[in-house]
């Protein structure tokens, strides 16, 4: 069974500070997607990343994918309210593509 | 377009009821989810359908029955459901498997579900 662990589990912070969230596993994944989740709704995709390596940026927003494509990580730079809510990684299936495994999730609060 | 539709928002249902939940996407799509997602805890995947048929049912009660009527369409068909089935249910579509690279999945904004 394959296992997504984020760190930290729970964030909070002030407006303007940096944050990163990390998403790790002893598995490899054909690739992960990052999701931002608000309460009562759907996870809003953010990024897929695909590579070994990878690297990109979506606004303030920064994701690595792992060498080994086993990890990922979220960077928020200065962080602002808008940002509050659930981050979830969940990781491709190598083997079965149909299926996500995704990770425990970090929800964050930014405040004024 | 990367939009997928979800009816209704909200359902509160008694246990006898029978009811149904409704999904619908626009992106060319061959491969369709249902999720169930309890409070504070990530998804959890019930059926995946693949061109219109049913390719995983993750052992799902039979009181929960996927029909996927055209490659747009996604339904869940409820009935004697359980309070502890009160869940947010979401739905979700990706490329089809067979075209190769990421399958990435787009939720809907999902249908918050309430069994009295």
């Known amino acids: 069974t394959q296992l997504l662990e984020q760190s930290p589990q729970f964030l909070s912070i002030q407006e303007g500070e940096n944050l990163t969230v990390y998403c790790n596993s002893s598995?490899?994944?054909?690739?992960l997607q990052w999701y931002r989740q608000e309460p009562g709704e759907g996870p809003v995709l953010l990024v897929t990343v695909v590579t070994g390596g990878e690297v990109k940026k979506l606004k303030r927003l920064t994701f690595q994918f792992g060498d080994a494509r086993k990890d990922s990580s979220l960077h928020i730079t200065a962080a602002q309210p808008g940002d509050t809510g659930l981050y979830l990684c969940?990781?491709?299936?190598?083997?079965?593509?149909?299926?996500?495994?995704f990770g425990t999730g970090t929800r964050l609060q930014v405040t004024l | 377009d990367t939009e997928v539709t979800q009816t209704p928002k909200h359902l509160v249902m008694g246990m006898t009821n029978k009811k149904s939940l409704k999904c619908e996407q626009h992106?060319?799509?061959?491969?369709m989810y249902w999720y169930k997602q309890k409070a504070k805890k990530p998804p959890e995947l019930m059926f995946v359908y693949s061109y219109e048929k049913l390719s995983i049912n993750e052992s799902v009660p039979s009181r929960f029955s996927p029909e996927c009527p055209n490659s747009s369409l996604l339904n869940l068909h409820l009935h004697a459901l359980q309070p502890e089935d009160s869940a947010l249910y979401l739905c979700a579509s990706s490329q089809a498997f067979n075209l190769g690279g990421s399958y990435t999945q787009y939720f809907g904004p999902g249908t918050r579900l309430t069994v009295l």
């Open positions: 992106m060319g799509h061959r491969a």
């Open positions: 969940a990781g491709e299936d190598t083997g079965t593509a149909s299926k996500l495994t």
């Open positions: 598995s490899v994944f054909s690739s």
